[in-house]
């Protein structure tokens, strides 16, 4: 033991291998599991099929298994062939290998090894001969072909993106492959020559999902081309789509793909057709040569039949129904495999009948061969075609007879699920048992793994354990239940009891040694402790909760002390440390078992003595052996720790335990350990799938075995057998259950193992015996109907039953009782605990609920108080609130919601500001001119302007580069003279093609529209045209202003005339609604992007500033207005004079005369001077009467004139929005005019680069077509060298032949005549081979299959083994010698495998043939395709010269104008504009006129009629004698000339002239052979030619090399000549040359004006004879 603090010892890498290694040895005694699909027959009587790492062959009739370990992990793709006794697999490794074995010798015949990455998905082989067909998966997706015996791949191809479902070969032509996915089927054809082949792929067109087949549409060739003018050619909608490469001639529209039917399965059958099934219930069938698709149609039956046909069908799904499954349609099933044989189809799909169809031409009858209630998969035929295989889902395996039509025979019963656990039955060296996840438990017999029984919990489950004191088995379930099963009897186990613990699910399941607890291990840290014994009826002790996720759990018994202690790994989210508990468990827990827990069933501390330690590594798995010495899995690296948990091995800052050693391990991933029952050996397994046992001890490496792979999940569970001679282990998603079991072991250790078993038997006996008795008596636990097909909701298990009495140990009193399933352990507990404290403390409740109540009162009596009170004496609502807390945490909770809540509104206005202010950035910022409308005021008139975006820099800069050139264009003199031409003519707006010259657009800068041919012209006449649009809006809108301001200012001008009418009003004391106009939301854009305060509804939200800041403002304006009040000078004025100083005239109305004081007295009593008053007091009322009258009568005058002249002013307004309206319209017009010229601008560049793509595509298309061209002829070329080689040997083996028969005369030239007759019949005759096999075969419907050149190896075979019969002695003649019958035997040998030979190679000679007429026509083909495209590019490029020259021009056509097929256009220079009526009218007084005229002239015409005639006969006579005159005048002038002679003298013209021509064709083929003579002699020449040339460029190096010496002297002597001063001497010479050079150039001009003038004459004699000579 190392010292605390130091490090761990480190082993090397892997471990130490034991001393003793190659003593020890692991190897595989049976395994279990069920794939579920590929299966296969190898022969009549085993089936194969793989089941993780290894394949399993089961024989049928005895049930024995054999088992095929693939070395390199798990197994991949699968195949068999009976014919050959061989299975194919792949392994499923980086860069997998398929590997070949032999059956039964189970020996590797061959590792194909090919390009693919990551897996094989598909094998198959096929029926005849060595091949074998591969398919891989993602990335390559490659179909290959190999030559198994060869060890050769011969062909592959890939097929990117198709993940295939099924592959097979035509049993009867290898050559031909179906490859089915789920959307497609393809049909492979592998063609052969001699030792090349060749894949082509021929893909099936499938039909909709309506079982209809669509005709086919060729997209990128079209079949026809339209001759439309305007819209141009059709073009493939992938030239339209602008594609060019590959993609071009493979793009398919959406809405051209419709859905076709998904294949599910297929069969060939033995016509080479190929039967398919469907998801949507149809059956194909597919011709193999032509590739064309049927759907199959089910016969009509009779009317009585499909009556009880539907009878049938009713009863079925009724009886499905009460099963609890799902009615299944047996009219249309949807079928997933098919089997093929002479008699019809076999069918099945996922309800679990097996169908037989007989099948005549397009039409089937159906019928029901077996029902086995579970979906099938597979359907599979023995080699013999005698038994049919049914595979189906849940683990079973079916045969079925079809001679004998007997029902279905189950074969196999594997488990429906992966196994999930598996443990030894006490006493652990004869059974065994294993759980599946689907909760189907399965009894094994471990000698040879025989299933012994099986039932089925429905459940999911989660863990397993078996007893050791007794034969009990607990599994645990995810819904938290634990059920325990007798399995006393191993036949029939039984559900003895099941205890719903809690609804956490149950992890694992642990049973000490001495079975006396049962531990298990549920979610949350939760760990129940339950008594293992049957007689205790299972009862729960009690559980523990821990803090963290426990990862594992280790039990260790002490028999000695009777204390079992309990080790649990617990994972510390904080740190990267492990940390142990541990607690013990006495045997108190079961007879005192109130004392050790509380009243809630939790563990006292104390009673189970719990500790902790922390150790310095992260663990995965621990498991802990007496001496406190713990084995741990590190997770952070592959080492398995050693700890002694003495507080030696502390360390010493901290209380954490050190490891004591590391040792390495070879394995990568999670992985955990298991020790063994005598706890000598230590079993590490991890995800790759390796076992590795340990010594614990030295922790030297004993065993290892590669029982499962990585690819598979690695290891799941395993478990040692309490003898140790059996290891169960169990794969995580590859299915398989191995068991293991020692090859060899040293004798000490199997002797130490058993010791330590009979001891633990020894102890265990007694209470076995007693608790099997139990186990025995207890009744089979019965499950309510509604939950034997599956687990109850949740919810029922989380329901509190209060009607459920529970005792005080914690058990259900009635086992059968329907509340057990309704409330949990844990539920019960907790409920009994509550019950228990309400009954405690029923009085104090009831105590304290009357205080709440008097209280209450009290409250209510005492706020009803307090409403009655002043306000300034009245308390506040929170005073009255006893629980503030409770108010707090209510403000607190309503605070958090008001967050949330006013965080979601914020949320949702920054969602809605973001969207506004995109839509204000894209439709009113970035507009430099804002879109509004102008309105009428009376009539409902209105007018938009253009809305414009500010033009960028960039698109002024493209302005102004066209108008340069545009501008240079122009300077041209003959553009200028064409445009001054255009000017000129009066009608020139009509072949621009628009009115906007008329409403301010410059046209003169735009191209002439039969100018435009190339596409830079197009383009800038867009933009000009764009430019001439945005020209006429912006002067649109600059009149859309001019008037919006005028309106502005109407409404300024009434809003003032409202005004002194309002005043009027007033004075005149009337009440009239005054029209005050206004600028609406549309006029005024801009107030939409502001909100008023009148728009909002809601009531304001202040803040606490707010609100202050608005009472300030508030209490300051009541002040002022008191202070308003309280002004004496205002008042008194306002009383003495109505708040004025002077009275104006408009107060005149509201004067009045104050009366004199004695105005009340009467007339009598007035004195004269109060008379006097009186009387100008009235005079005065008079005139002040008059006055007001004057004033009202001139302001209803005002009035009027005020309203007449807001309304005419307004009218007026009216017609200049009407005017406006008008002009907008006709500018609309000119708008679209343009527009209308920029898309067709648009569409002839479309058109253009839409022709220009077709054509680069057909391009492209092209150059492939060539390089398949260029390819398949070097295929024919180098086939016909191969085939001219072959048939020089295929005539050497002829010649060989026969050489071999003429020696055989020679050879036995010195037999006697009567022997050499014999002797040659012999000789001449050939063995009958057996027909045994065939015979036997009969039922194979694929026994016909032909015969190809590869199998002349098994030919010459058979036909040698049928030769030794003939080769015996009681065949030789009498008194022939032996040595000379051996010489015949061996010479006849000799002429049959000469003869053999020749046979084979006539077949090669065929295939090669075959291939070589095959790739002719491939050839041919492409020509012809070939042809085509450049058909189409001429076409094309025809239709694009065409449309480039013929312009779509606009034209301007009044109303009612037509066009005239005449050029000249009619002059309308003086004609006016009239109403239609009036020209109506006149039409009808027309034509009553027109009949008034027509009768006269009828009238007229019979009277005249004979003058006519007369007048016609005469008019006939006379020209009839002028035509005879010509005629006699060209009789006399008629010249006979030479071919006219031969037209009259020559009995047979026409026969002379096709003579003749026949002569000048003659001539011609003469001519055309001369001139390919003389192009050979020109090409000769040529090349005569070119080696002069050559031989030139020779010299004129050398020359080269010369003239640089001659350049040398030349400038050697230039020196000599400067020095030597002849300057004048080479002027004088240079004048002369001068001259002379100028006098040849003088006769060389008057040589050619001679030859001018020669010609001349020549050309004049020429004509003057031929007009004086006409007939040469």
């Known amino acids: 033991m190392e010292p605390a603090g130091r490090e761990p010892r480190t082993e090397p890498l892997g471990g130490r291998c034991c001393s003793s290694a190659e003593e020890a040895a692991l190897e595989v005694s049976w395994v279990q599991g069920f794939p579920k699909k590929n299966f296969g027959f190898i022969n009549n009587q085993t089936v194969c099929y793989p089941c993780g790492n290894y394949i399993l062959f089961r024989d049928i009739e005895t049930k024995e298994t054999t088992v095929l370990q693939c070395q390199t992990g798990q197994v991949g793709a699968f195949a068999a062939n009976a014919n050959r006794q061989v299975v194919a697999f792949s392994d499923r490794k980086l860069n997998p290998i398929i590997y070949i074995y032999t059956f039964p010798e189970l020996s590797k015949l061959a ?370 239940v634990i059920y325990f099963l007798d399995v006393t009897k191993v036949e029939a186990p039984r559900v003895v009891h099941r205890i719903f613990l809690s609804t956490f699910p149950v992890l694992s399941l642990h049973y000490d040694q001495s079975g006396q607890f049962l531990i298990a291990r549920a979610a949350e840290g939760h760990i129940f402790i339950l008594d293992a014994r049957p007689s205790k009826l299972f009862q729960v002790l009690g559980y523990v909760v821990l803090e963290d996720q426990v990862l594992d759990l280790s039990v260790v018994s002490e028999f000695k002390s009777d204390l079992v202690e309990v080790m649990v790994l617990v994972n510390v989210a904080e740190v990267q440390r492990a940390r142990l508990e541990t607690f013990c468990l006495c045997s108190a827990l079961t007879t005192d078992n109130a004392k050790c827990v509380n009243e809630r069933g939790i563990l006292n501390a104390n009673a189970i003595k719990r500790k902790r330690y922390d150790l310095d590594c992260p663990l995965s798995s621990a498991v802990r052996l007496k001496d406190n010495i713990v084995y741990g899995y590190c997770t952070c690296a592959p080492f398995i720790c050693k700890y002694h948990l003495s507080e030696e091995n502390m360390s010493k800052d901290l209380s954490v335990f050190s490891s004591t050693k590391r040792t390495p391990s070879n394995q990568f991933g999670s992985g955990f350990l298991c020790l063994s029952p005598n706890s000598q050996w230590l079993a590490s397994a991890a995800n790759n799938g390796v076992l590795i046992i340990y010594h614990t001890s030295t922790m030297d490496i004993l065993a290892q075995k590669h029982c499962h792979s990585y690819q598979g999940g690695g290891i799941r569970s395993m478990v040692f057998s309490l003898d140790g001679k059996f290891i169960l282990v169990n794969g995580k998603n590859d299915g398989a259950l191995v068991c293991l079991q020692w090859k060899k072991m040293k004798k000490t250790e199997v002797k130490e193992a058993d010791i330590h078993w009979r001891s633990l038997l020894a102890i265990l006996n007694t209470s076995t015996s007693n608790e099997n008795v139990a186990l025995q008596s207890m009744e089979e636990w019965q499950s309510e109907p509604e939950s034997t097909s599956g687990s109850l909701p949740e919810e029922k298990f989380k329901e509190e039953s209060s009607s459920v009495d529970v005792t005080e140990d914690g058990n259900i009193p009635s086992l059968y009782s329907d509340s057990t399933d309704e409330m949990t352990w844990l539920g019960q507990k907790i409920k009994k605990v509550i019950r228990e404290e309400t009954q405690r403390f029923a009085n104090q409740k009831k105590e304290l609920q009357m205080g709440i109540k008097e209280l209450r009162k009290t409250i209510q009596k005492m706020m009803h108080e307090n409403e009655q009170v002043p306000d300034i004496e009245k308390l506040e609502q929170r005073e009255f609130n006893l629980d503030t807390e409770e108010q707090e945490r209510a403000q607190a909770k309503a605070e958090e919601e008001v967050a949330r809540v006013r965080k979601q509104i914020e949320m949702e206005n920054l969602a809605n500001r973001y969207l506004q202010d995109v839509i204000k950035q894209e439709c009113w ?140 009003l007033a004075q005149l004391e009337l009440r009239v609604e005054l029209w005050e106009p206004a600028l609406t939301d549309d006029e005024m854009p801009e107030r939409a992007l502001t909100v008023q305060d009148s728009e909002i509804k809601a009531e304001k939200y202040l803040t606490q500033k707010e609100r202050e800041k608005a009472e300030m403002m508030a209490k300051l304006e009541m002040e002022r207005r008191f202070a308003d009040k309280d002004n004496d000078r205002l008042r008194a004025l306002d009383d003495m004079m109505g708040g004025v100083l002077e009275v104006k005239k408009e107060d005149i109305l509201k004067l009045d005369i104050p009366p004199p004081a004695f ?89 253009d680069e839409e022709l220009d793509t077709r054509e680069a595509g057909l391009h492209n298309f092209l150059t492939k077509k060539q390089k398949e061209k260029v390819k398949t002829a070097g295929t024919i070329q180098a086939t016909e060298d191969k085939m001219e080689a072959y048939i020089d040997t295929y005539e050497n083996a002829i010649d060989e032949e026969k050489n071999v028969e003429y020696g055989f005369a020679k050879e036995f030239a010195d037999v006697p005549a009567n022997l050499l007759a014999e002797l040659y019949q012999l000789y001449r005759h050939r063995p ?345």
Not at 948 to 963: F, I
Not at 1159 to 1180: F, N, Q, V
Not at 1632 to 1640: A, D, F, P, W
């Open 111 to 480: 590792e194909l090894k090919g390009n693919t990455q990551l897996d094989y998905t598909l094998l198959a082989f096929s029926f005849t001969g060595p091949y074998l067909a591969s398919y891989s998966s993602i990335p390559e997706f490659v179909l290959s072909v190999w030559n198994w015996k060869e060890n050769l791949l011969l062909c592959s191809e890939s097929q990117p993106g198709v993940t295939a479902t099924s592959l097979s070969f035509n049993p009867m032509n290898w050559q031909r492959l179906c490859l089915v996915s789920e959307s497609s089927v393809t049909i492979w054809l592998i063609e052969k020559s001699n030792d090349e082949h060749l894949l082509k792929q021929c893909p099936v067109k499938l039909p909709d999902e309506r079982g209809s087949m669509n005709p086919h549409e060729e997209l990128f060739f079209p079949v026809s081309h339209s001759e439309d003018r305007y819209y141009g050619p059709d073009l493939p909608v992938s030239a339209v789509a602008g594609l060019v490469g590959d993609e071009a001639e493979t793009f398919v529209p959406r809405n051209y793909i419709k859905p076709a039917v998904h294949p599910t399965a297929h069969c060939w059958t033995g016509t080479s057709e190929v039967y398919v099934s469907c998801e949507e219930g149809y059956i194909l069938t597919i011709n193999a040569e032509t590739y064309s698709v049927s759907v199959l149609q089910q016969k009509p039956l009779p009317e009585r039949i499909r009556t009880i046909s539907d009878v049938v069908s009713y009863v079925h799904k009724e009886v499905q129904k009460k099963k609890g499954g799902k009615p299944k349609d047996l009219q249309n099933p949807v079928l997933s495999s098919l089997a093929f044989c002479k008699d019809g189809l076999y069918a099945t799909g996922s309800g679990g009948i097996l169908f037989f169809y007989y099948i005549d031409d397009l039409h089937y009858e159906m019928k029901i061969c077996a029902d086995i209630l579970q979906p099938i998969t597979t359907l599979i035929f023995s080699p013999d075609y005698s038994v049919l295989l049914l595979v189906t889902d849940q683990g079973a395996v079916y045969t079925y007879k079809p001679s004998h039509s007997e029902e279905a025979v189950k074969l196999l019963d594997a488990c429906s699920g992966y196994f999930l656990a598996a443990d030894f039955l006490t006493p652990g060296n004869e059974y065994c048992v294993s759980v599946a996840t689907s909760g189907e438990v399965q009894v094994w017999f471990l000698e040879d793994g025989t299933c012994l029984s099986k039932l089925n919990l429905h459940v999911e489950a989660t863990a397993l354990a078996c007893s050791p004191s007794s034969n009990s088995v607990a599994v645990g379930t995810k819904r938290g």
């Open 925 to 1064: 910022d970035a507009m430099c001119v804002k879109g509004r409308a102008v309105k009428c005021f009376h009539t409902a008139c209105e007018v938009k302007n253009y809305p414009l975006k500010e033009r960028s820099e960039e698109e002024l800069e493209t302005l102004e580069k066209v108008l340069r050139l545009k501008k240079m264009d122009t300077a041209d003199p003959k553009v200028q003279e064409k445009n001054h031409e255009m000017a000129d003519d009066s009608a020139s707006y009509c072949l621009v093609g628009s009115l906007s010259s008329q409403y301010g657009g410059d046209t003169s800068v735009l191209y002439q529209q039969w100018d435009l041919q190339t596409r830079e012209q197009k383009v800038n006449q867009i933009i000009l045209l764009q430019d001439i649009i945005y020209k006429l809006k912006t002067a649109f809108n600059k009149e859309f202003d001019r008037v919006v301001r005028q309106k502005e200012q109407e409404i300024a001008r009434v809003k003032e005339r409202n005004l002194r009418i309002q005043e009027i």
């Open 1159 to 1247: 105005i009340s007295k009467p007339e009598h009593l007035l004195t004269d001077e109060e008379k006097k008053i009186l009387g100008k007091h009235e005079e005065k009322v008079k005139e002040l009467n008059e006055e007001k009258e004057k004033y009202r009568m001139a302001l209803q005058n005002e009035l009027k004139k005020l309203e007449g002249s807001i309304q005419e002013t307004t009218q007026q307004f009216d017609k200049t929005v009407c005017k406006l309206s008008e002009r907008k319209v006709k500018l609309e017009m000119v708008i679209y005019q343009e527009e209308l010229k920029i898309l067709n601008l648009v569409y002839a560049l479309l058109l």
């Open 1328 to 1672: 009958k081979i057996s027909r045994t096999q065939m015979l036997l075969d009969s039922a194979n419907p694929y026994q016909d299959c032909s015969n190809s050149a590869e199998n002349y190896k098994d030919a010459l075979t058979t036909l040698m083994k049928a030769m030794d019969e003939l080769d015996s002695p009681e065949h030789m003649p009498n008194g022939l010698d032996p040595s000379i019958w051996e010489n015949f035997c061996l010479a006849r040998r000799n002429k049959m495998e000469s003869e053999e030979l020749v046979k084979w190679k006539a077949l090669t000679l065929t295939e090669m043939q075959g291939f070589l007429r095959r790739r002719m026509d491939d050839n041919e083909r492409i020509e012809s395709e070939i042809e085509d495209i450049f058909e189409e590019l001429t076409w094309l490029q025809e239709e694009k010269m065409k449309f480039q020259l013929n312009l779509i021009i606009q034209f301007l056509l009044k109303q009612g104008q037509v066009e005239l097929e005449s050029t000249e256009i009619p002059e309308y220079s003086d004609a006016i504009l009239i109403k239609r009526s009036v020209v109506e009218e006149l039409n009808c007084a027309i034509m009553y006129q027109g009949e008034k005229k027509i009768a006269s002239m009828v009238e007229y015409k019979d009277f005249s009629k004979g003058i006519f005639k007369l007048e016609w006969e005469h008019k006939k006579m006379r020209m009839q004698i002028e035509d005879l005159k010509q005629k006699a005048q060209d009789i006399v002038t008629l010249s006979i000339t030479k071919d006219r002679q031969l037209f009259l003298t020559v009995l047979n013209y026409n026969s002379r002239i096709a003579h003749h021509i026949s002569v000048m064709e003659q001539t011609l083929d003469i001519m055309d052979q001369l001139h390919k003579k003389k192009v050979k002699k020109r090409q000769k020449r040529m090349k005569e030619l070119e080696k002069c040339i050559s031989l030139k460029e020779q010299e004129n190096y050398k020359l080269s090399l010369e003239l640089k010496e001659m350049l040398v002297s030349v400038s050697e002597r230039r020196w000599i000549f400067k020095a030597a001063n002849t300057k004048h001497v080479s002027e004088k010479l240079a004048k002369q040359r001068h001259q002379e050079i100028l006098k040849e150039k003088h006769l060389r001009d008057i040589i050619k004006k001679q030859e001018g003038e020669f010609k001349i004459l020549q050309a004049e004699a020429q004509r003057l004879r031929s007009r004086t000579f006409p007939d040469l």
